[in-house]
């Protein structure tokens, strides 16, 4: 039965479980275009600060940590509209997506040192695709999703296909696995055929300002509370009862971790964001290693599972959140009081920071990856004080320099292996003598779990058939054709949820159609083929 939506609006109270960008931008929308009373909407975060996988933090002293950075680009159209209306933190009277516009065109990204081997850029202007390659790279993208079932892509490329130039790029860039989900890797490739023909140089990548928890989620945080809207932090939400008939599914109590209840009413609703790629994270330091935690230590993976046991429309986590060993990969954040690095990887690279975007090392055994973004990429940040992010794909395995798998390094082994990489342990020796460097490792267990092989049906959606009064939000909710890991795609969910329940004039942001536009297929069809 198709879902009645709801028209009395100013009526409506609404929970939301979780306060990542798919919650906020739900809270934002309820608000603005729903008309539900900004005081009648409550955010409900198990931690102690919003955001979700949108983080940033730190000061000087103790280091900063970005735990991973979402890459934008002009075609979100869900995104940019949402931010149109979200004032600025540094000017109330620009909207953040005009400051990253405006940031965007005085910082273009053309990553001039992209894939490194031996501490030397390799030429990347061909992805050096051989012809069987590329035709099965053009099959791919025209065979249908349902065909795919839950392959992976190593199922349907030979083995050589995984040393091109083109696959260092496209694994480091999205962080993609050869063992990830085919059908996903279809989506990116139509989604985003704009971008092939300058993938090798980051084209048309573009950044906010700052990290995103500065640029995005504290400017939306503080637009809400403005507004009334509540926040409830340190509140986890452990189960929700339901009632289910054949024809209608209604949730009826939230039960929270200590051991309070909340009753929903007949004008009740709750959206919840099911899985999270940032949940149980771990933070090391500059001597201790960060530690792999799991299941037991989440929340909205344990919610999710107690929920999909109660009906299988509510979606299947287990391929998502069952095998870390596939599913996690480490990242690392250096502060550094010294401009000694910063100095040397522009004049290597060729790009002042916040232009150039990954440097990918392809002879590391951990495959690892550097972003220098823009210098300050923190508001607290002092002129003298410099940041860069790096991550590794294959944790497990042993460093070439460092005799230990990344998962056992501490900060300071992390920055050893990739000073080896560079060719600059020299260099670099009398910054860390004088303790003006730290790096802080971190653990993410899930943090590829959006990209596990899964069939349709495991991610359910968002309002699922015969739900009256709640709605699954976020990367684990399904939007059909659009990408996961990105931005996009979480505030299109949210888009989906509140324009599917409540009576609105306002339809859901058509997605950008590049893959049927002649002029970026003959441009992709060229890329691929240099």
């Not at 009645?4 to 931008?25: C, Q, R, W």
């Not at 090798?200 to 990290?211: A, P």
């Not at 916040?354 to 590391?364: K, N, Q």
């Amino acid at each position: 039965m198709k879902t009645e939506k709801f028209k009395n609006t100013k009526d409506a109270k609404v929970y939301l479980i979780g306060s990542g960008i798919a919650s906020l931008a739900s809270a934002v929308y309820l608000e603005k275009d729903a008309g539900v009373p900004a005081e009648n909407i409550i955010i409900l975060e198990k931690d102690k600060i919003a955001g979700g996988a949108l983080d940033g933090a730190g000061e000087t002293e103790k280091g900063f940590v970005v735990r991973g950075g979402r890459m934008h680009e002009m075609h979100y159209e869900c995104y940019w509209e949402l931010l149109s209306h979200i004032p600025s933190l540094e000017d109330p009277n620009v909207s953040v997506r005009d400051e990253s516009y405006d940031f965007n065109e005085r910082f273009v990204s053309n990553g001039q040192a992209r894939l490194l081997k031996d501490g030397k850029k390799l030429d990347v202007s061909s992805y050096g695709l051989s012809f069987k390659q590329q035709a099965d790279f053009l099959k791919l993208t025209y065979v249908s999703e349902k065909s795919l079932g839950n392959d992976r892509i190593e199922d349907w490329f030979d083995q050589a296909f995984f040393d091109t130039k083109f696959w260092y790029i496209w694994t480091s860039m999205f962080a993609f696995q050869k063992w990830s989900s085919l059908a996903e890797m279809r989506r990116y490739m139509k989604r985003f055929i704009h971008l092939v023909d300058g993938l090798y140089k980051l084209g048309g990548v573009m950044r906010t300002k700052y990290n995103q928890y500065d640029s995005v989620v504290l400017p939306m945080k503080k637009y809400l509370e403005k507004r009334g809207v509540n926040f409830e932090m340190s509140t986890e939400v452990v189960d929700i009862d339901f009632n289910l008939s054949a024809d209608k599914k209604t949730a009826t109590v939230l039960h929270m971790k200590d051991k309070s209840e909340i009753v929903l009413g007949k004008n009740d609703f709750v959206f919840f964001t099911n899985g999270s790629i940032t949940e149980s994270t771990d933070n090391g330091s500059w001597d201790t290693p960060a530690k792999l935690k799991g299941i037991a230590e989440s929340g909205s993976w344990k919610l999710w599972k107690k929920l999909a046991a109660k009906d299988k429309a509510f979606g299947n986590p287990d391929p998502f959140c069952d095998d870390i060993d596939l599913q996690k990969w480490y990242s690392f954040t250096a502060t550094m009081k010294d401009t000694t690095f910063l100095d040397y990887m522009e004049n290597f690279s060729g790009n002042v920071d916040g232009t150039g975007g990954l440097v990918t090392m392809t002879d590391s055994n951990w495959l690892m990856s550097i972003v220098i973004a823009r210098q300050p990429h923190f508001p607290n940040q002092p002129d003298d004080v410099k940041i860069f992010w790096g991550y590794g794909l294959y944790p497990d395995r042993k460093g070439n320099y460092i005799n230990k798998t990344m998962a056992e390094c501490t900060g300071a082994e992390m920055l050893e292996e990739l000073y080896y990489h560079l060719k600059i342990q020299d260099l670099m020796k009398p910054v860390t003598d004088a303790g003006k460097v730290n790096c802080i490792p971190v653990a993410m267990p899930f943090v590829d779990s959006l990209f596990m092989p899964r069939t349709i049906g495991d991610r359910p959606d968002v309002v699922v058939k015969g739900a009256t009064n709640f709605a699954f939000l976020g990367q684990f909710a399904e939007a059909p054709k659009d990408c996961v890991f990105t931005v996009e795609y979480s505030v299109r969910t949210a888009q989906m949820a509140v324009y599917g329940l409540f009576e609105t004039d306002k339809k859901v942001h058509p997605m950008y159609d590049s893959a049927h536009n002649p002029k970026y297929l003959m441009g992709a069809l060229k890329a691929i083929s240099r």
